[in-house]
């Protein structure tokens, strides 16, 4: 019996509403070896230092390099806590997380969306947004929101 998911997108930023999408993610890939898991974290629009006033100086560059640098080796530890026999790949986009995510789950033909929820209040999120929102709302394939 083949399982309805075959491919599954997993949202990760490190917080503790991506470590439990993970885990949910894990459990539905122990179910079937051929399932394979895309770890995928997005990194915003880069820092610009438009933004900042000139007193306030940096290196923009090498401080965005440092962030996506930090992203990479936090998704390389999280895939070496991952024991399952199963395809598990990882990748680090830039933009809007909530596009992005919807954008490659949509190219890569994804049969699953696996995100936390970022648990904002009412108010918070009809200000704020939020990604899961977002993503439930514009994905072509099914999305499990993990609280």
Do not use: W
Not at 5 to 19: F, P, Q, R
Not at 69 to 88: A, G, M, W
Not at 126 to 135: D, K, M
């Amino acid at each position: 019996m083949s399982p309805l998911a075959t491919k599954i997108l997993v949202a990760y930023d490190g917080s503790e509403m991506s470590e439990h999408a993970l885990k949910k993610a894990e459990t539905i890939a122990r179910l079937n070896e051929a399932i394979e898991l895309e770890i995928l974290s997005v990194n915003k629009k880069e820092i610009h230092p438009r933004f900042f006033p000139e007193s306030v100086y940096i290196d923009y560059t090498e401080l965005n390099e440092t962030i996506k640098n930090e992203v990479l080796n936090q998704l390389d530890e999280v895939k070496k806590t991952i024991s399952l026999p199963n395809k598990v790949t990882t990748l680090l986009l830039e933009g809007d997380p909530g596009e992005e995510i919807v954008r490659y789950a949509k190219e890569k033909e994804f049969d699953l969306i696996i995100l936390g929820n970022r648990g904002l209040n009412k108010l918070q999120e009809v200000f704020l947004g939020s990604v899961s929102h977002y993503v439930a709302q514009h994905a072509t394939c099914p999305v499990l929101i993990v609280k």
